[in-house]
């Protein structure tokens, strides 16, 4: 796993909620532990995606030597955040998840316990399982960091829906290419 672009210097954990809000995943990954934790780690600035959430992070520059700190709320696009990012915490979405996995990215995907008939929790279970990912609850977080060894992640590789695509294709009538 790619433990990230060096950005001049730069060592960028983005925080991604997606569309909806994720007030606790904010929360965790602000609280003094966890900044405290990627900052032993030698990350340098969190970048965090907010979405719809009600709760403003406070924002630091880093020039006292602590984690630069800052947000925002939405982007037509998050994958240039996640390319110059070394690490990714996530929520389990699967576009998220898949869209850093893809980019060859170190991934923390964080499970929105509030969420009813959680099926995003499952998959971040069964990815963990295979060593693409580590998940955590937002309570777990500063745990799962300590915990964390990126060498030990293995590299996810998308499957060639080719095959299903012909078998659909000739089932449907239309010639082979």
């Known amino acids: 796993?790619?433990?990230?672009?060096?950005?001049?210097?730069?060592?960028?954990?983005?925080?991604?909620?997606?569309?909806?809000?994720?007030?606790?995943?904010?929360?965790?990954?602000v609280s003094e532990n966890v900044k405290e934790e990627l900052r032993k780690r030698g990350y340098t600035h969190l970048l965090i995606q907010m979405g719809r959430g009600i709760y403003s992070p406070p924002k630091c520059d880093g020039a006292d030597g602590s984690l630069a700190v800052d947000y925002f709320t939405f982007s037509s696009s998050?994958?240039?955040?996640?390319?110059?990012?070394?690490?990714?915490?996530?929520?389990?979405?699967?576009?998220?998840?898949?869209?850093?996995?893809?980019?060859?990215k170190p991934l923390i995907v964080v499970v929105n316990e509030d969420l009813m008939d959680n099926h995003q929790c499952e998959l971040a279970e069964e990815l963990e399982e295979r060593k693409h990912l580590y998940c955590a609850r937002p309570h777990t977080l500063h745990q799962t960091l300590t915990k964390m060894e990126l060498e030990s992640l293995v590299r996810y590789t998308p499957g060639d829906g080719t095959p299903v695509a012909r078998i659909i294709d000739?089932?449907?009538?239309?010639?082979?290419?």
């Open 170 to 177: 000739r089932f449907l009538g239309f010639p082979d290419d």
């Open 78 to 104: 998050i994958a240039d955040y996640i390319r110059s990012a070394s690490l990714v915490i996530s929520h389990a979405g699967s576009g998220s998840i898949f869209e850093t996995l893809k980019l060859g």
């Open 1 to 29: 796993m790619e433990d990230g672009e060096k950005n001049d210097g730069k060592r960028i954990v983005f925080v991604t909620v997606g569309t909806t809000s994720f007030d606790a995943l904010v929360k965790a990954v």
